[in-house]
């Protein structure tokens, strides 16, 4: 199988059409074994395919005229875009979102959960073992800590490539009651495995810049516009 993905400039600059996956309502279990709950996703969804990347990001760098001379300009444009704070995140789905006329969020942790899972209960999205982690995932011992073009590793069941690894992907929820911190998920190249796993949490303030942390773009249907 190629998973190869050539930068897609054009595409997006002609189009700004973001490849998504719909992502049907249901319930399952979220955390750990053994602290896991229930819970009920109650809307359909569109998930992005793949992470953000550069290419993406860079348009709504250069339309809204953004003073931005981060390292990653440096990097190809087929990679994640990283070294976006929560902040960034949420500017560029606002900007998206007028752009198409469509509704593009970060997901919640729910959502991100039960998109990475795709109807499984096993550590991974593709099961416990961990020596099958590099087929699916850049981390800490195949990353040649840098991050990767998107989509050249499996997709899990539903079809979303990158959910474990590449990078942290923002979350749209605060990490706990205290709101100083925003939910980060999925682990990222600079992590080591079991901080890929489909449970796993990280956190950081909503304006902080790493260059292990991107985002994921969720699309709310227009029947849902408004829910929770």
């Known amino acids: 199988m190629n998973n190869f993905i050539k930068p897609k400039m054009v595409r997006i600059l002609n189009s700004l059409s973001i490849d998504m996956i719909l992502i049907k309502k249901g319930t399952f279990m979220i955390g750990d074994k053994g602290e896991q709950k229930k819970v009920t996703i109650k809307n359909d969804f569109y998930m992005g395919k793949y992470l953000v990347t550069i290419a993406e990001y860079m348009h709504f760098i250069k339309d ?6 981060r390292e990653w300009k440096e990097e190809p444009y087929n990679h994640p875009i990283a070294e976006i704070s929560w902040e960034d995140a949420i500017a ?4 998206l979102s007028k752009k198409t006329k469509e509704n593009y969020k970060l997901p919640t942790e729910k959502e991100w959960e039960y998109a990475c899972r795709a109807g499984t209960k096993t550590k991974w999205s593709f099961g416990d073992d961990e020596s099958e982690l590099e087929k699916y995932a850049w981390y800490d011992d195949n990353s040649d ?3 990767h073009i998107v989509g050249k590793k499996s997709p899990n069941p539903w079809g979303l490539y990158d959910m474990h690894g590449n990078v942290w992907e923002w979350c749209e ?4 009651e205290d709101k100083k911190e ?3 998920r999925g682990g990222s190249w600079s992590y080591n495995a079991i901080g890929t796993r489909s449970s ?3 956190w950081d303030d909503p304006d902080v ?3 292990d942390v991107g985002f994921r773009l969720l699309r709310t249907l227009p029947s849902n516009l408004g829910d929770s």
């Open 182 to 184: 925003k939910v980060l």
């Open 173 to 176: 929820d605060w990490y706990d």
């Open 64 to 69: 809204t005229k953004r003073d931005d001379s």
């Open 200 to 202: 796993g949490r990280g």
């Open 209 to 211: 810049r790493y260059n």
């Open 92 to 95: 560029y789905c606002k900007w």
């Open 145 to 147: 800590r840098t991050t």
